[in-house]
């Protein structure tokens, strides 16, 4: 965040909201509210609200929308009347489009850890109405139980339940065996999971093949590139992932750009 950025962001919301409306209105967009839930804003920008991280001049719908197209979307679009697992909801940027993608008759179960962002997610949805939408609090892990989530001191984003938790903001939050889950709430068929959950990503791959059966999409937020970064061997996941998938008779694609963090993308289709 740059020193203009820092100083802006510590600004009573009264105080930023008639200078950032008149930004807004540079870009066409017409800012009609603004709140802060901890350390994130909601910006009613042309009737939405919208979840940012840091003040900017330009979020909107559109771009929401045209982002998860490029990224989270990249393999398979929601149709009406369809199921979606968001797993990792973060603060809601996707659950938005998500939900209107799905329409009245379908249905987007949002799954998000951390106490924070799960707060900002569910003023998300509180604000924009999304009846189709249902919040879950709790991370992804192999049994159920308690768990370690580790956040970097900089961000409520991005936590994950690695061991290697040196130097990080340490919460303790409820975790989920995602499969047993979903047969405890009947839930038969879904047509998109996606995930973005850190490195837990692995725990997506069942004990028991059959266990995947009902899951036609996959969109799942690979993490190599931190392996990379860091060194933790929790986040070097895409292989194993892959490799499930095709087990499972995916067929599996990834994205070739300039961005690390979309190639560790993994999207798989199947008929089922």
């Not at 979020?59 to 398979?76: A, D, F, Q, V």
């Not at 209107?100 to 604000?127: H, T, Y």
């Not at 991005?158 to 903001?169: E, H, Q, R, V």
Request: aromatic share 12%.
């Amino acid at each position: 965040m740059s020193f203009t950025a820092k100083i802006f962001h510590h600004l009573p919301v009264k105080f930023l909201l008639p200078v950032l409306k008149l930004l807004y209105k540079r870009n066409g967009l017409v800012l009609e509210d603004m709140k802060r839930v901890h350390s994130y804003y909601l910006l009613k920008v042309n009737g939405y609200y919208l979840p940012s991280e840091s003040l900017n001049w330009f979020t909107n719908y559109k771009y929401l929308k045209e982002r998860s197209m490029r990224i989270s979307l990249y393999g398979y679009s929601p149709k009406n009347g369809d199921t979606v697992i968001d797993i990792g909801a973060g603060i809601g940027e996707e659950v938005i489009v998500f939900s209107e993608l799905v329409g009245e008759k379908g249905r987007v179960i949002a799954v998000e850890a951390n106490p924070k962002v799960f707060d900002v997610l569910s003023n998300v949805v509180q604000l924009n109405n999304l009846k189709n939408v249902w919040l879950n609090k709790f991370a992804i892990a192999e049994k159920g139980g308690l768990f370690e989530l580790s956040l970097n001191a900089g961000s409520f984003l991005g936590g994950t339940i690695s061991k290697d938790t040196s130097g990080a903001i340490r919460l303790i939050v409820n975790g989920v065996n995602i499969y047993q889950w979903l047969s405890e709430n009947e839930i038969d068929k879904v047509d998109l999971l996606k995930a973005n959950v850190e490195g837990a990503e692995r725990f997506l791959i069942p004990d028991k093949s059959s266990q995947f059966d009902a899951i036609k999409n996959v969109a799942i937020a690979c993490h190599d590139f931190r392996f990379k970064q860091e060194g933790d061997e929790f986040f070097r996941t895409k292989n194993l992932v892959v490799s499930f998938l095709k087990h499972q008779s995916f067929q599996v694609k990834s994205q070739s750009t300039s961005l690390a963090y979309v190639n560790d993308w993994v999207y798989g289709h199947r008929s089922v």
